[in-house]
């Protein structure tokens, strides 16, 4: 009783103390000594730990054969669609093939996949002598992969080909004492963030899960082959509001700067002026923006020099690894080499697509290669298969010569191909890539199939409609077509919908070209979206979300209440009937410290409507614009955010206390921030036609 | 001039917002009906945005925000948990010890730059009662697991003052003490309490002494645990060894079936829980004799509590705050900083209802619904038709899901977002229990009624539009579905007044069948939380497997919806998200 009242009194003092700076700093003292035992982000894994009668959406039967398990219907998708593994592959090669999105064959899954492809391969090489099993599972982390390793001799294969290092950029993880070590020093912490995550995070993640092939060897009496991915190098942008992480010069402005000059070389193919540029950018970003990197691989790519380039764009590729921004997926160099050492070291074979994808020239690869990001086109595809096949055969002793001669004529309907693109599309449509990487996949399914302008429409149904996609009629219809079913299947149908998606209407549009979708467009964008009774909140993601990360506001943080702007302009959708005047509210602030001059513009169509003084405290805004600035369908409302400087003592402020919480930091200057954005026809002055 | 105040209730167990202005309560809701986790501790920045939405204000419109607790006095039980036991001493516990972090995340999360005010959390769960009981002069009483230190306090109040009587410190806990059966009983800690008060009149009240042993003192005012009975200071688990071997019997295992001693349990625990309370509740009218008694507090929820605390207890009068959660903490810290702001506010009528939260026109759901081929009726022109459409529709013994106007702010679905059937139907509990909300099949479901009808068949004298006291059944109907193995039922009265629609479709079916009485659950599915939007009442349709869906003035029958829906979702879960913890009570 005596130590329970003592205890407790101990515990106010130290709250009575907390309540002025010497508490504080104990408090603070506190917090630092608890770094060292925390975790940033729970360790992932796909699918608990089950018993070792099931693995991935199969369970094994009273038979021993594999059945789909309808309790994990929604998981489904995710896999290959196939409802039975037999027990006993009998008297063939049983193949297993373990990997993630781009080993499903994502965008053409379940119409043509890489197993589909190798076992044909395989089928040429000797008839019935082979079995793909096919356990490759799209959204899978390295977590979710070991679990499928560590239980796959159960299967009984004879070869494993390991096709995966795409999707290991997981903050699960950082320990406390990485972050402690982040911490340590108060300049370049990205910089060693990004350091400890190459070289000693990913290394060790590579490691465990080749320790975990070995262990399946060791079981099965299986040889394994290990794939090596490649990325897109050539064509693939991150998005431009998540290419540059806080600097720590307040060099933001002048880096901005420089990156439009830099651009503008490089469309004009001036290339040593773009890479001079470039090289100051990158002088001032200290090797943390993607963007000068590969500012510099394109403009020595341009000038010939393949060498250089690749190293540059390798380098920008893996420039945000180990940063807390949302990044596509990828396989930086690290992994790449950790996993070729390792399979030399364990004796494994090696498929390396770094080898497969450079051409005579010594080329990065690029669009021609890629869908988006990592995910292979079909030529790609039969490329590695084709390589994983001659493997096996040398393996098991058997011809190799109609590998050479197999061209996958036949593997997929050109119908079936362009929907492929189609769904690539939006997929690069909804990753932020440019308008030309968009229409591309739209121009290649028009040449593949004369009649997907109907498809088109679908698609444009159910993207320009307030309703949840699911809820649409278009998109029942779209889903009849399986592609389009497992690219586009409603997931968990609260969260991954709507988008801000006029870019991909647009090419649809464009690749069309009929002229008819684009009145049809504007029309049913005014039906759904024009509302004179009542105000419309411009801040949906309908309106102002054009990508996956904006939907999640670039952060693996907490999202806030409001809008963050992580890129100079903010590019909001509002639809008019074009015969209405509109009143619009914002209430807004700025984060950084404003430059001589500047000002907020609001511009309508690209025409300045008005500018404004801002502050770093809300203010609100009310705006009435004209009919005759709106035409009827989407008009782009753009706030232009003024030229500001960034302190960077406050980000790292800010950055140390998410740190010190086990809260993901957001690691982008912020240009500007909406707390309210709407528009309002009845506060706008009505136009009689 | 305009005055404006928004409540937050965060980081504990159900984090909410509200919003006062010009001394109008205009909007509040959980934020797990927006983020979809259950029971979301997270800082409410969607229930915010919907609160200035609803209030047609921007945030530098808000004059304060006020939070529901003093982080520096929930810090000092925090410290003092961590002397207790050096298992505390995880990353998740400590970090949690910032009693800066209410504050920065208001301004990092919510962005809000203004004055913020920090009431406790157990002033605020008593000012939410109080400013919204009607009552100008009472006695509150709070109880419940714990808020920083306290774990019951009593107040009186006057003219819009509250002053604190007496109080009893963790780790003396009434609500912990039932937190920990609840756990032994092998149900959810910070969520399956509930369950426990369903369970008990199934059981016979054999272990009361048992249960009486575990409190030291419950004389007056007082209430001492003895806590050699008790694990929660370890954070690990609620109770020890010491109170297994008391009771007899090693705890009940998630799902295993529930005998008769289970139940026996629960009921002891009922009984020595309403001992308590009215002893407490007695206790307070000798310190401040009054008419008037005000409840808020988890344990506040427990209705069949409540209704010995009306029928037993001193007081003449009582109002429960429907949201008694720590949700309901974010409108009495609201109003409390709005009666700070205007000195001159004070008590109003009586909470009425608490349709607080986002509603949706019939134009948003028919472009919804019109998106595609989904055979919705439309009752636009006629809402006597869609109450007779649906009348019929219960009549034939289907269960339909009810989805009308502004959500409702608290635990309880009271007709804007809830589940409807035939309370006469012999198998209509187990139904629903089994096939649609995939529960316990002991769990009882309540009866929703007009009010002018209340007497005739439930024995209850005034109205009870929160459904939080519990009386007999006294109907000449059978009444199976709703009627409780102790002859009683959770009864929530409807009049137009507060709820047009409901009472409309009440009046229809007692009009069609004679029975002006609907069994009325809420429209989730086990582990979900309540719908909020028309969306997900059409998904939680599609997954339970209702009969017929009312959207609005729109009708969805299940044989005519497209088959592709129920192809993607018909075998699917909601995802479960927990935001506390079910082994232990969340103490952070």
Known sequence: ?689 | MTKTVLGISAHYHDSAAAIIVDGELLAAAQEERFSRKKHDPAIPSKAVRYCLEAAGKSIDQVDRVAYYEDPYEKLGRNLWMLTRSVSNANPAFLLALDPRRPGSDIRRLIGYEGPIRYYGHHLSHAASAYFFSGFDKAAIMVVDGVGEWQTLSLYKAESGRIQLLEDVSFPHSIGLLYGTITAYLGFEVNDGEYKVMGLAPYGKPHYADRIRKLIKDSAGGAFRLDMSYFDFLKNKRMYSEKFVRLMGRAPRQKEAPLTEFWMDVAKSLQCVLEEIILEKVRHLHKLFPCDNLCMAGGVALNCVANGRVRRDGPFRDLFVQPASSDAGSSLGAAALAYSEIDPSWKPGIAMDHVYLGPSFTDESIRDLLGAGDCGALDFQDSERELFREVAATLGQGKIIGWFQGRMEFGPRSLGARSILADPRGGDMRDRINALVKKREAFRPFAPAVLEEYASEHFEMTRPSPFMLETCRVVSSLDLPAITHVDGSARVQTVTHAQNRKFAGLLEAFRERTGCPILLNTSFNMRGEPIVCTPSEAILCFIRARLDCLVLGNFVLHRNRIPERWIEWFGNTYPERFEGVSNSVYTFL
């Open chain 1, 1 to 689: 009783m005596v130590a329970k009242s003592f205890s407790r009194t101990i515990a106010n003092g130290v709250v009575f103390l907390a309540r002025n700076k010497v508490g504080k700093s104990l408090l603070h003292v506190m917090a630092k000594a608890i770094v060292p035992a925390l975790r940033l982000a729970p360790a992932g894994r796909s699918s608990p730990p089950g018993s070792p009668d099931s693995i991935g959406v199969w369970k094994r039967d009273d038979a021993g054969n594999w059945k789909r398990d309808p309790a994990k219907y929604p998981e489904w998708r995710c896999w290959a669609d196939r409802p039975t593994i037999p027990g006993n592959p009998g008297a063939k090669t049983r193949v297993l093939l373990i990997g993630e999105s781009a080993a499903r064959g994502y965008f053409y899954d379940p119409a043509m996949t890489p197993a589909q492809c190798l076992e044909k391969i395989l089928d040429c090489a000797e008839p019935g002598a082979f079995e793909v099993v096919d356990l490759a599972r799209i959204d899978i982390d390295q977590f979710g992969i070991l679990d499928i390793i560590e239980k796959s001799a159960a299967l009984g294969p004879h070869i494993v080909v390991f096709w995966g290092g795409n999707n290991w950029l997981h903050f699960g993880e950082y320990r406390g004492s990485h972050v402690s070590r982040i911490l340590s020093g108060r300049e370049d912490i990205y910089d060693r963030s990004r350091g400890i995550f190459l070289s000693e995070i990913l290394p060790a993640t590579t490691a465990r899960l080749m320790e975990g092939l070995s262990r399946l060897e060791a079981a099965s009496g299986a040889r394994t082959i290990v794939v090596i991915p490649e990325w897109n190098l050539v064509d693939w942008e991150d998005e431009c509001s998540a290419s540059l992480p806080f600097l720590k010069d307040d060099c933001h402005t002048e880096w901005s700067a420089l990156l439009e000059t830099a651009e503008g070389y490089l469309a004009e193919g001036r290339y040593d002026e773009c890479h001079a540029t470039a090289k100051r950018m990158s002088t001032l970003d200290r090797g943390l923006g993607a963007r000068s990197l590969r500012l510099i691989g394109l403009s020595l790519l341009g000038k010939g020099n393949m060498e250089d380039a690749r190293e540059y764009l390798e380098k920008a590729r893996d420039a945000l690894a180990g940063i807390p921004i949302p990044t596509a997926p990828r396989c930086p160099a690290a992994a790449q080499q950790a996993l070729r050492n390792e399979a030399v070291r364990r004796g494994m074979e090696v498929v390396d697509q770094v080898e497969l994808f450079t051409d005579g020239t010594g080329k990065p690869p690029d669009g021609s290669v890629f869908m988006d990001y990592c995910h292979l086109g079909k030529e790609a595809i039969f490329t590695t298969s084709k390589a994983i096949a001659s493997r096996i055969c040398r393996k098991e002793g058997k011809p190799a010569q109609a590998i050479k001669e197999w061209t996958g004529s036949g593997m997929i309907r050109p119908e079936d191909e362009a929907m492929a693109h189609v769904m690539a599309a939006m997929h690069n449509a909804h990753y932020g890539q440019g308008y030309a990487q968009v229409l591309r996949h739209c121009r290649r399914a028009v040449e593949l199939d004369v009649n997907i302008g109907a498809i088109f429409r679908l698609m444009l149904d159910f993207m320009s409609r307030r309703a949840n996609r699911w809820l649409c009629g278009s998109f029942a219809e779209l889903s009849r077509n399986r592609i389009a079913n497992r690219y586009l299947h409603p997931r968990n149908p609260n969260e991954w919908d709507k988008f801000e998606d006029s870019l991909l209407s647009r090419a649809l549009v464009e690749a069309d070209g009929s002229g008819e979708l684009e009145s049809h467009l504007r029309e049913l964008l005014v039906v759904e979206h024009f509302r004179p009774g009542a105000p419309v909140d411009l801040l949906e993601f309908q309106y102002q979300a054009r990508t996956f990360r904006s939907r999640g506001g670039f952060s693996l943080g907490p999202v806030p209440a409001y809008h963050r702007a992580f890129a100079r302009n903010s590019d909001l959708i509002l639809v008019s009937n074009g015969k209405n005047s509109v009143g619009i509210r914002i209430t807004c602030r700025i984060q950084g410290e404003i430059q001589p001059g500047e000002s907020l513009a609001i511009l309508v169509n690209g025409i300045v409507h008005s500018t404004h003084q801002v502050g770093r405290n809300w203010f609100s805004l009310d705006l009435v614009v004209d009919a005759s600035a709106l035409r009827r369908g989407g008009n782009v409302i753009r706030i232009r955010w003024p030229g500001q400087r960034f302190p960077w003592r406050l980000h790292l402020q800010d950055l140390r206390r998410c740190l010190a919480r086990g809260e993901m930091p957001t690691s982008l200057p912020v240009h500007g921030e909406i707390h309210q954005c709407t528009a309002d026809a009845r506060r706008g002055h009505r136009v009689e036609q």
